[in-house]
């Protein structure tokens, strides 16, 4: 497979009905590592994350990732905050990325229920997506999105509704696939989540980067007042 | 009250006699309902899906026109499309003016926006649900489609379903363009208007029954066959 | 995939279900002829005798005169005799026979509130209604029926005007419907007698007035001109009008008889 990293946002911008929600961005993400993006409500995390992966036009500035963008397209994920589950079979659901590209349906079948044995959903395999509960359309999303075995994933708070059980098997499929060599990007609100999974932390504020760097110092050393603020527990605007 | 029960024995009586005419008009009634809903769905279901995912400049023009011809009145339909198929008329060479295939072209003229409306809701609440992801994982819009239709079966099949309810209770435009002639166009519900004329009202109420009898039977049957069918993929 | 074929398959064989048979022609009717039940004797005979299955198309004189018009029909049995004449003068058939005429009656609720029972005529029956205000139900729809009415006005000389809406009701229905409005309302109301005698809701109607010269309701049989509308089945169209001329199609109509009456007097060829 051809690499797609390190990807290049210079000067990227998302403007919505004349209001700048995010940038003006300069960033530079390498091929290997854990990334949490943090910050208050409304600082732009989901739109850095949206904006990263092509759900949302740059409208200023660029994007660029080593190869052509359809190209990279292909060797990514998203996991949405709201897991979006396909009205039909858990098993189903994981296949369809694979279906999508042309895989037969017992090959894809039989590997998407491999998946579902790795985040403990094999039970669920024959039942209808739509009634699984929150964790468990958490971890169908993730497998899901693991089964590309993508370059980079996107993960848009996760764990955000999740009971402490779901959320610790979540972080540990999370794990396993960054020491698989999956490169994460997880925006999270959870600084015991940061401190548990990132290597680095990307601090937005206003839609701006406002501070970044190893996550151990940025958790126990932050060095601006907002950041100091956010960490402190404190209603940062 | 008396006739209502009048009517109930009637019903009771021609469908336990099985009463020959009463066969032959609830038959044509399936036929001329069912390949009418069969048409009206093939065009209408692509099409509200396409018109769901698809963003294009008159895009919000088409939906409420698409609307507003649900509500289409029945007469009126019958009568264009009695216009055009008159000998007089444009399609007047096929010769096709008060046959079961002119009420079938009325009824898929009535049925198409009604199916194509309800698919279109159908689709979009379900597209606003995939958007993202399907997006996400690249797929193409053909892709996109057929992901919506096949997800979305159950409720296209109720908007399939509501074409047929419209359809089989249908009289004003079959009437016009079939003529209700005994034993080629005569159907339940023009049989009915007939027997209501004569002052018949018992045996009017009678096929009324049937034909409700009918209407629930073929809901009850293809909800039945699609739960089958759901039981065993999932 | 397998959904989809299996839906072609329900569609061919649904369309493959609307085939036609062969030899047929189709006739367009006005309600009374249709109600008279004539029609359910006569046209297995026509079958019978002469191989052609008669389809009718059961609408109002006007309709009627219209599916001739555009040639939608092969032939056309009415009983408006100015509307008829106007066809053939328009060119839309060669000549119009007369085959047969039944009669209209009054009427009315029992009690007869107008009095019209002993009247002297049709047009003396129509003024004791008017002068009493009673209720009356018109056809309203242009039908031979509806203009056979309006002769009767004509004769009574009411004319449009001195036709009070609080009394005189336009349906805008055939005969069964008109019945049913005249029937709910305790009004009077002017139907051939076929459609009378065949009518299921009579509820506190009767009939209370008929047998003047004036109510006899003519019916002509009109075949559609194949030179005008090159399509129409006119040999068998031409077969019906002789049947209609034969002995054969006489006794059946003389001896046609509704509980217990003659309703049609046969009078072909005799204009």
């Not at chain 1, 895989?103 to 790795?118: F, I």
């Not at chain 2, 606003?128 to 159950?154: K, P, T, V």
């Not at chain 3, 309006?150 to 001195?162: E, K, P, R, S, Y």
Request: a neutral charge.
């Amino acid at each position: 497979m051809v690499a797609i990293l390190p990807l290049r946002l210079e000067g990227a911008e998302v403007c919505r009905k004349g209001k700048r929600l995010l940038g003006p961005v300069d960033l530079t993400l390498s091929p290997r590592g854990f990334t949490a993006v943090m910050g208050p409500n409304g600082a732009g995390k989901t739109t850095l994350l949206r904006l990263m992966h092509g759900l949302e036009r740059p409208s200023a500035g660029r994007i660029a990732w080593l190869v052509p963008e359809q190209k990279a397209r292909a060797a990514q994920a998203f996991v949405f905050q709201t897991p979006v589950v396909l009205r039909r079979s858990v098993l189903d659901n994981v296949a369809y990325p694979l279906r999508l590209h042309g895989w037969a349906r017992d090959a894809a079948r039989a590997l998407a229920a491999d998946w579902l044995a790795r985040v403990g959903l094999a039970d669920a395999a024959d039942r209808p997506a739509t009634v699984l509960s929150g964790g468990e359309r958490q971890k169908l999303a993730l497998a899901r999105a693991l089964i590309r075995a993508p370059q980079i994933l996107f993960l848009d708070e996760p764990c955000a509704n999740l009971d402490g059980r779901s959320m610790r098997e979540i972080e540990a499929i999370l794990s396993a696939a960054h020491r698989d060599g999956t490169r994460i990007v997880m925006a999270t609100h959870d600084l015991g989540q940061a401190r548990r999974l990132a290597g680095e932390v990307l601090f937005l504020y206003r839609g701006r980067i406002h501070e970044a760097g190893p996550a151990a110092e940025f958790l126990a050393a932050p060095q601006t007042a907002e950041a100091r603020a956010f960490i402190g527990g404190e209603i940062v605007e | 009250m008396n006739e209502i029960l009048q009517g109930m024995a009637r019903a009771a009586w021609l469908v336990v006699t099985l009463d020959a005419d009463l066969v032959e008009i609830a038959l044509r009634s399936l036929q001329v309902t069912l390949t009418a809903v069969a048409i009206a769905s093939a065009i209408g279901l692509p099409l509200g899906a396409l018109l769901a995912v698809s963003r294009f400049r008159h895009r919000r023009a088409a939906i409420a026109t698409l609307n507003a011809l649900m509500g289409l009145p029945p007469v009126v339909v019958g009568l264009v499309v009695y216009l055009l198929l008159s000998r007089s008329g444009p399609f007047g060479v096929f010769g096709l003016l008060f046959t079961p295939t002119a009420m079938i072209v009325a009824q898929v003229m009535l049925l198409t926006p009604l199916i194509a409306s309800i698919a279109h809701q159908a689709m979009r609440d379900l597209w606003a649900d995939y958007h993202d992801l399907l997006i996400s994982l690249n797929a193409s819009r053909a892709q996109r489609i057929r992901a919506l239709i096949w997800d979305g079966r159950r409720a296209l099949l109720t908007a399939a379903l509501a074409g047929f309810g419209r359809g089989i209770g249908e009289v004003g435009a079959i009437m016009i363009v079939g003529g209700n002639i005994d034993h080629s166009t005569r159907v339940l519900t023009t049989a009915i208007a007939l027997e209501t004329a004569k002052g018949d009202f018992a045996l009017a109420l009678g096929l009324g029954f049937v034909l409700i009898a009918l209407a629930l039977a073929v809901n009850f049957a293809i909800h039945g066959l699609a739960r089958t069918e759901a039981g065993s993929r999932w | 995939m397998r959904v989809m074929r299996g839906v072609l398959a329900l569609v061919m064989v649904l369309l493959a279900g609307t085939a036609m048979a062969a030899d047929r022609m189709r006739m367009a009717v006005t309600t009374s002829f249709e109600n008279s039940g004539l029609a359910e004797v006569m046209l297995p005979e026509v079958l019978k005798d002469l191989d052609l299955e008669v389809q009718l198309l059961v609408v109002g004189t006007g309709q009627a005169i219209r599916l001739g018009e555009a040639g939608d029909v092969d032939a056309v049995l009415v009983h408006s005799r100015p509307a008829e004449e106007a066809f053939v003068a328009n060119g839309h058939a060669r000549h119009r026979t007369q085959i047969m005429y039944n009669d209209f009656v009054l009427i009315g609720p029992a009690g007869d509130p107008a009095g019209i029972a002993g009247a002297g005529s049709a047009a003396a029956a129509m003024s004791d209604i008017a002068a009493a205000g009673a209720p009356f139900v018109s056809r309203g729809d242009e039908s031979g029926t509806h203009k056979a009415e309006l002769a009767l006005w004509q004769a009574a000389g009411i004319d449009a005007a001195a036709r009070n809406p609080s009394w005189y009701r336009a349906a805008g229905a055939g005969m069964g419907a008109t019945l049913n409005v005249a029937s709910g309302m305790a009004a009077y109301v002017l139907a051939d007698r076929a459609s009378w005698l065949n009518f299921a809701n009579k509820g506190d109607l009767a009939l209370l007035f008929a047998g003047d010269p004036a109510m006899f309701n003519q019916y002509a049989y009109l075949p559609v001109n194949p030179a005008l509308h090159p399509h129409v089945n006119a040999a068998a169209a031409e077969a019906l009008e002789a049947w209609l001329l034969s002995d054969r199609a006489q006794a059946l109509i003389d001896g046609y008889r509704l509980n217990g009456e003659q309703l049609f007097t046969y009078n072909a060829g005799a204009d």
